[in-house]
């Protein structure tokens, strides 16, 4: 096996920066981290060691690697002749199930990742108003493409223009897209107000992370969501809670359930095919029936609802619904943060580990949750990349997500053990760095 050094040199010839996504270049290795294979709630690098897995496919690995119900429903697909572009009665009783567990959805569609199923719910929520603009929340994220990816996180410098001018993300957005685009900042209830105010009238829909995982796990301050609610419904605005990260971390009905808030639509994702590509949306009648050949808005692709992750979403679907499930993942969870607390307690440390059910984030610099998104400009990133490479090292694997503070977490098949072993090497790393985290 080559070395990840000598992987990366062969994979750039042809993979620009030697990767598939991005963000797979991990700063803290200075190379991608490549992988030769994974179990449980572990995976094995190139040169065959192993790690700790607390990326867990970015909240998509809530069962962990090759869970043997995921790997029955494989086994079931391969038997089933994979049976791709069709619909089958697993499709039905999928569908079914979601709506039995995530309270606003009375009808839902299936595609592959986050990203599409934020785009294609977009799609339905400007036809059902028959309106352009978009209210988001900054430090909110909603996936890579021309609709959405813009005014989310703006780096430092455009910070404070963000409100006026959104901050457009990528090269090769072109600049019209902004100007459908309103940010404000999240548990902000003035700012809401005022955007409702003066776009409601315009305005197709409000979306939000319900909990803002991908800017250093936000929770939303009591009330806020209760707001959101009703301001949308007075001015006919669709709210709109992206979970594609939030659904079944802490319980079965997503934030909504968790938080007592019901949209009119979600999209969920990540974790819903079991580790396979699958991601869904969903939300009122009215609002789905939209989608055609009912209506006139399109959704369809080839690979929408392949058999394959179908068949692992009945899986995972299943599995979650048993009842050790949540109770052994609030066990995970307790384990994890009370040992975080006692470690940052002890060395006196400037930070905060924030959490809401199987998913947290590590933010430096504060002692105090964060309400927004400025919030988190405390947050040495540099920092963060030498923990996560010293974190590498002892064999505890964070992504590193280029620094910021963003989400790790761990999953069903991780065990008493491994939670006390990331603990051991955190306290290690963390006191190592003492000086740089002094409160003060
Ligand atoms: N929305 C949210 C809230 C997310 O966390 C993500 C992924 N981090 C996405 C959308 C995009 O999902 P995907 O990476 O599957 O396209």
């Known amino acids: 096996m080559p070395t990840r050094f000598e992987q990366y040199e062969r994979a750039r010839k042809v993979l620009p920066g030697g990767v598939n996504s991005s963000t797979r270049y991990n700063r803290a290795l200075q190379t991608p981290f490549y ?29 962990g690697h090759a869970h043997p119900a995921i790997n029955e429903a494989v086994q079931k697909a391969r038997e089933l002749g994979y049976l791709s572009v069709f619909e089958t ?58 609709l959405i990816y813009i005014g989310g996180q703006p780096p430092v410098e455009a910070f404070p223009d963000n409100r006026r001018h959104p901050y457009i993300e990528s090269a090769g957005i072109p600049p019209e897209f ?32 319900p909990v803002n995982y991908n800017t250093g796990c936000i929770l939303p301050d009591p009330g806020y969501l209760e707001l959101a609610r009703r301001l949308t419904a007075e001015a006919g605005i669709v709210l709109f809670f992206d979970e594609v990260q939030s659904a079944f971390k802490k319980s079965r009905g997503g ?17 819903l095919g079991g580790g396979f590509p699958l991601s869904a949306f969903c939300g009122r009648a009215e609002i789905m029936d939209l989608y055609m050949p009912v209506g006139n808005v399109q959704h369809s692709g080839t690979f929408n609802a392949h058999l394959v992750p179908v068949l692992g979403g009945l899986a995972f679907l299943s599995e979650i619904a048993k009842p050790y499930f949540y109770p052994r993942l609030r066990e995970l969870e307790a384990r ?28 430096l610099g504060r002692k105090t949750p964060a309400r927004r998104y400025e919030h988190t400009f405390c947050h040495d990133k540099k920092l963060m990349l030498k923990i996560y490479k010293a974190c590498w090292e002892r064999g505890v694997y964070f992504h590193d997500y280029g620094g910021p503070p963003c989400h790790h977490g761990y ?19 963390l006191r190592g760095c003492r000086e740089e985290l002094a409160v003060g």
Not at 103 to 109: A, G, I, T
Not at 115 to 130: D, K, N, P, Q, V
Not at 255 to 271: R, W
Not at 416 to 427: A, C, K, M, Q, T
Request: with cysteine; charged share 25%.
């Open 178 to 209: 902004a100007e459908l685009i309103v940010p404000i900042p999240f548990n902000d209830p003035e700012s809401l107000e005022a955007a409702v105010s003066e776009h409601g009238a315009d305005t197709a829909l409000l979306i939000l992370e």
């Open 336 to 363: 994890f943060h009370g040992g975080m607390d006692r470690i940052i307690e002890e060395a006196a440390l400037n930070m905060l580990v924030p959490h809401h059910g199987a998913r947290f984030d590590f933010l």
């Open 35 to 63: 992988a030769s294979r994974a179990e449980a709630g572990y995976v094995w690098d190139i040169e065959g060691r192993k790690f700790i897995d607390m990326c867990c496919a970015h909240g998509a690995a809530l069962l």
């Open 89 to 146: 009665t697993y499709h039905e009783e999928l569908a079914a199930k979601v709506c039995d567990y995530i309270p606003c959805s009375e009808r839902v569609r299936f595609c592959s990742s986050g990203s599409e199923a934020t785009l294609h719910l977009i799609r339905a929520c400007r036809a059902f108003t028959g309106r352009k603009k978009i209210i988001r929340i900054e430090g909110h994220f909603h996936g890579y493409h021309e």
């Open 411 to 429: 999953c069903i098949q991780h065990t008493d053990r491994d939670i006390d072993e990331v603990l051991n090497v955190l306290e290690d790393v």
């Open 255 to 271: 934030a909504q359930e968790d938080f007592g808030i019901v949209p009119d639509v979600c999209t969920i994702g990540k974790s």
